[in-house]
């Protein structure tokens, strides 16, 4: 018998790993908007991206003080992922960038085992419409990030980042970096036992 997971294991694998990348990121929203700024925040190298509506009062707009002000910067972040970090192209990445409308804050994330090459992120920046900010960032860093986020008291949550991991595990969507170093000998010692 197969254990149930919180992420889907079997359709297309570009879609299920958006879509099990989105089930996080929705999880993690759901949870607490603070501590998901925190890992939006983590995984956009700190540009301190406002998530959720902020309160004041008192605050002078203009020519008038209103008592109260409830705020929602916007905010939009296009997400691609792809199997391979050398899958990305510049046509497909101007194609989303109609997503964009009049947001403040206009994030592509582009999401991969690996990171994006310096020069073809690069070029895809070069042709990158003015206001987008294009990242790159590792199904690992969100793991690592998502993990960081969250307090180990927080069981169930845990759990859900734990499985998140395993399937990217399965998935080979995390890099073994893992480097064995290996002497070759020519002879060895007969054993003194």
């Not at 879509?19 to 990121?25: A, K, Y």
């Not at 209103?66 to 705020?71: C, E, F, I, R, S």
Request: glycine content about 4%.
């Amino acid at each position: 018998m197969s254990d149930i997971h919180y992420f889907q294991r079997y359709s297309q694998p570009e879609n299920m790993a958006t879509n099990n990348t989105l089930l996080l990121f929705s999880r993690l929203y759901h949870d607490s908007p603070s501590r998901f700024q925190t890992f939006l925040n983590a995984l956009l190298d700190d540009r301190n991206v406002p998530v959720g509506l902020s309160f004041s009062q008192q605050t002078r707009t203009g020519n008038s003080v209103p008592d109260g002000l409830l705020v929602q910067e916007s905010i939009k972040v296009v997400i691609e992922a792809k199997r391979n970090a050398r899958e990305f192209y510049s046509d497909q990445i101007k194609r989303h960038q109609e997503a964009f409308g009049e947001e403040q804050h206009k994030l592509m994330l582009l999401v991969a085992p690996g990171v994006v090459d310096g020069e073809q992120l690069k070029q895809i920046r070069k042709e990158t419409q003015k206001g987008v900010t294009v990242l790159s960032t590792t199904f690992e860093a969100i793991c690592t990030a998502a993990q960081d986020s969250v307090q180990e008291y927080d069981v169930e949550l845990q759990e859900v980042i734990n499985d998140y991991a395993d399937y990217c595990e399965s998935a080979d969507l995390i890099e073994d970096n893992t480097v064995i170093r290996c002497l070759p000998c020519g002879d060895s010692l007969p054993a003194l036992w």
